[in-house]
């Protein structure tokens, strides 16, 4: 990684730029390059995202001042400017239309994640209904031969 | 609402200021609008595109109706338009939404080809506007009331303009009195905030809003481009598959 002036830095391809669990108090703007995002679940990273120029991540940490919730490496030699918690005000100062792309950007995941909960929702209902459909087969195999 | 696009025809322009006293742009706008449609480009206002500070009801209504009367046909055809609002027409914030093939929205990025555009009216960045937004309000509002009095004020600074700047070409960059670089006639705080903007990952940041039109090399090999305003040799962006020039309209 190589720091450059006014929060540039450059990776390269397959750099960590972020570590699941590690704090950070910095978020990020892709200026050029392409980025992807996991999450470890038990001994796998899933997938979650790919990034590229003009998205940003790590709104969460400088936000909440919570542990990174996912990993984030370079896809392809990228460029990021990175934005820390104090400096944030004073972007979007700069830069108004900032604060409401941010925003706007956290509302589209948020109704995405909403849709995700819906479909596990349903297909937990199905998994729920199929379960009990084969209990009651496997509990009443004359009742439901007569049936 | 949908701020990010694909065009792979586009023509952007601004300021036409439809409605003011002073306009004469009706007649230029709607050739520029039967060239787009002619042509197969979708169409982006950005910001100022009628003017609701410099008129009157009667006389908004008038010189709008009129000209949309003009553009009627062509608003039936496959023509796409996007009306980034600006600070004269700031009014229609109240409408930012998608209305059918138009499409208000306080800015767009555009992406054509592998470029990244920011269209954005500009007058966030205007000095005195962030400073004193209602005291620039009023005092457009008086300005309109002296317009309604003088009318031909305008073409008197154009006049200026014309003898200060000389060509009618969109100029490129000069040091201010302060020796920052900047477009002659504008304030170098559209410069830095199109530096900041273009930081964000986009390759051109095209404004209006200052009336001067230009071009500007940021760093990183980006730019800055201003399409001026109608009153007075009108300008205009031409993205066309990934590829973007700033262009005088002739017709």
Redesign the interface.
């Known amino acids: 990684m190589v720091y450059k002036d006014?929060g540039?830095r450059d990776y390269a391809t397959g750099d960590t730029i972020v570590r699941e669990g590690e704090m950070g108090t910095e978020m990020f703007?892709?200026?050029?390059g392409k980025v992807v995002v996991t999450k470890r679940i038990g001994d796998t990273d899933v997938f979650l995202a790919t990034l590229e120029?003009?998205d940003f991540f790590g709104e969460m940490s400088l936000l909440e001042s919570v542990p990174r919730t996912a990993t984030v490496r370079a896809l392809t030699p990228s460029r990021l400017?990175a934005v820390r918690a104090g400096e944030l005000l004073m972007?979007i100062r700069?830069?108004?239309?900032?604060a409401?792309?941010m925003l706007?950007r956290m509302s589209s995941r948020v109704r995405q994640l909403n849709d995700q909960v819906v479909q596990l929702m349903q297909m937990d209902q199905v998994t729920r209904e199929e379960l009990e459909k084969l209990s009651l087969r496997t509990e009443f195999p004359e009742r439901k031969a007569h049936e | 609402?949908i701020?990010?696009l694909r065009e792979d025809r586009l023509l952007i322009t601004s300021d036409i200021h439809l409605g003011a006293f002073s306009c004469q742009a009706g007649g230029p706008f709607t050739r520029f609008f039967e060239f787009a449609c002619a042509n197969g480009f979708n169409i982006c206002i950005n910001g100022d595109g009628i003017d609701v500070l410099h008129t009157t009801l009667g006389h908004i209504t008038r010189d709008v109706s009129r000209v949309l009367g003009n553009l009627q046909p062509m608003l039936r055809s496959q023509t796409r338009i996007y009306y980034v609002i600006g600070n004269h027409d700031i009014i229609l914030e109240h409408f930012l939404s998608d209305w059918g093939s138009l499409r208000l929205v306080?800015?767009l990025?555009v992406s054509s080809g592998d470029l990244?555009i920011r269209v954005?009216h500009g007058h966030?960045y205007d000095p005195f506007f962030m400073k004193h937004p209602d005291l620039q309000s009023a005092l457009t509002r008086f300005m309109g009331i002296f317009l309604r009095m003088k009318p031909n004020w305008y073409s008197w600074t154009n006049t200026f303009r014309k003898i200060r700047y000389r060509k009618p070409e969109a100029a490129q960059s000069q040091r201010d009195k302060h020796g920052r670089l900047t477009i002659p006639g504008q304030n170098s705080a559209f410069i830095?905030?199109a530096d900041?903007?273009a930081?964000?990952?986009?390759d051109y940041v095209v404004m209006g809003h200052t009336h001067a039109p230009g071009t500007f090399d940021l760093s990183g090999g980006k730019k800055y481009v201003n399409t001026g305003s109608w009153f007075h040799h009108p300008h205009y962006v031409k993205i066309e598959n990934g590829t973007l020039e700033l262009k005088l309209w002739n017709g």
């Open positions: 006014l540039e703007i892709i200026q050029e120029r003009g400017v972007k700069r830069d108004p239309t900032f409401f792309e706007q | 609402m701020t990010d306080p800015f990025n990244r954005e966030l830095q905030a900041e903007l930081r964000r990952g986009f």
